[in-house]
T-cell receptor, first 115, second 114 residues
Framework: EAGVTQFPSHSVIEKGQTVTLRCDPI?????LYWYRRVMGKEIKFLLH????????ESGMPNNRFLAERTGGTYSTLKVQPAELEDSGVYFC?????????????FGEGSWLTVV | AQSVTQPDIHITVSEGASLELRCNYS??????LFWYVQSPGQGLQLLLK??????LVQGIKGFEAEFKRSQSSFNLRKPSVHWSDAAEYFC????????????FGRGTSLIVHP
């Protein structure tokens, strides 16, 4: 079974440019999460999708960040325009929906450097 | 809201020595607890998790963690550290039941001396 996959794995862009990160969750996982870790700091929650709906986007830092999950499958996170402080690792995770002993599976992250 | 405290930013141990990484959580009910590891240039890997039952949890790579409700702790241990264990370790807590959102600590960076 394929795990959570993220693309690109690494990206270097200039301040003011746009970057789109993609996440493919594990097949059948309705929950999809985005997290971010700025260097040396904690891993912070950004938002949570249930299928195509945004369940919780309380962690999105500002309106330069736009997340979508059309069709409830893969998700994209767009940063436009990128700022220096957006540099970090963006993790995507997914989990099945419903009660029980769920576990979140993380992707390997998309490493973003804004110069 | 739940929260996690990892009081040690850096831990340095010698190869072969024992290891204990501390984690304290804040949550009103019984939480789901996790330890993740991020090796240099790698993604997050789940080491172990606690949902219920036996409070001593065994994980991968020889790690274990013990849930102590009275101390609100979930410390990670390993009896003998290997150089390849050098990485960042993150403790996380999540609300029990249904969909949940894990909250992570700031991580502990483990340095292993030969």
């Amino acid at each position: 079974e394929a795990g959570v996959t993220q693309f690109p794995s690494h990206s270097v862009i200039e301040k003011g440019q746009t970057v789109t990160l993609r996440c493919d969750p594990i097949s059948g996982h309705d929950n999809l999460y985005w997290y971010r870790r700025v260097m040396g700091k904690e891993i912070k929650f950004l938002l949570h999708f249930v299928k195509e709906s945004k369940q919780d986007e309380s962690g999105m830092p500002n309106n330069r960040f736009l997340a979508e999950r059309t069709g409830g499958t893969y998700s994209t996170l767009k940063v436009q325009p990128a700022e220096l402080e957006d540099s970090g690792v963006y993790f995507c995770a997914s989990s099945p929906l419903g009660k029980g002993l769920n576990t979140i599976y993380f992707g390997e992250g998309s490493w973003l450097t804004v110069v | 809201a739940q929260s996690v405290t990892q009081p040690d930013i850096h831990i340095t141990v010698s190869e072969g020595a024992s290891l204990e990484l501390r984690c304290n959580y804040s949550y009103g009910a019984t939480p789901y607890l996790f330890w993740y590891v991020q090796s240099p240039g790698q993604g997050l890997q789940l080491l172990l998790k606690y949902f219920s039952g036996d409070t001593l949890v065994q994980g991968i790579k020889g790690f274990e963690a013990e849930f102590k409700r009275s101390q609100s702790s979930f410390n990670l241990r390993k009896p003998s550290v290997h150089w390849s264990d050098a990485a960042e370790y993150f403790c996380a807590v999540a609300r029990s039941g249904g969909s949940y959102i894990p909250t992570f600590g700031r991580g502990t960076s483990l340095i292993v001396h030969p």
